[in-house]
């Protein structure tokens, strides 16, 4: 479905439903926003992605998850361990070869926030594990990329 009919779509929505029924969701809970009881799309839906994904790690052991996408593509992201702590890099590799980071830290236990893709290509977290037990990551990923993949 294309942008436009999104909008005829929601317009027609929103001339249907009265404005109780079309925000009975809070703000943010659906893919537009309401305003003095019209519905207007806030992105094209068939765009953005959700994934989630959990990556085990051993002591010193390491991961690399990757999202493919445009140069432009905003993705929001949250990571987690259930213990111990990881130091990490959200980084690009373009197509070209370049690299950028994103973020990094050292001995952290958690991450969110969004990025925007500086080039076409790669675009990801890399994690090792420096703690002494085994670490349970989960990542949660949700935008605008057309593949993830776990390289490492």
């Not at 079309?22 to 992105?43: K, N, Y």
């Not at 111990?84 to 070209?96: E, I, Q, R, S, Y």
């Not at 690299?99 to 990025?115: E, I, L, P």
């Amino acid at each position: 479905m294309s942008y436009k009919t999104h909008l005829i779509v929601a317009g027609i929505a929103g001339l249907l439903l009265s404005p109780a029924t079309a925000s009975s969701h809070p703000p943010g809970d659906m893919p537009w926003e309401t305003q003095r009881g019209d519905i207007f799309p806030a992105a094209p839906i068939e765009n953005l992605w959700t994934d989630e994904t959990i990556i085990t790690l051993q002591p010193g052991e390491a991961a690399e998850v990757k999202l493919v996408m445009k140069k432009g593509g905003t993705v929001q992201y949250e990571w987690a361990v259930d213990q111990g702590h990881l130091n990490w890099d959200l980084h690009t590799d373009d197509v070209a070869g370049q690299a950028h980071s994103y973020n990094q830290g050292r001995a952290k236990t958690d991450s969110s926030g969004d990025f925007t893709a500086v080039s076409d290509g790669a675009h990801g977290w890399y994690w090792r594990n420096r703690s002494d037990e085994s670490v349970e990551v989960t990542l949660s990923i949700s935008g605008d990329y057309s593949e993830i993949k776990r390289v490492r």
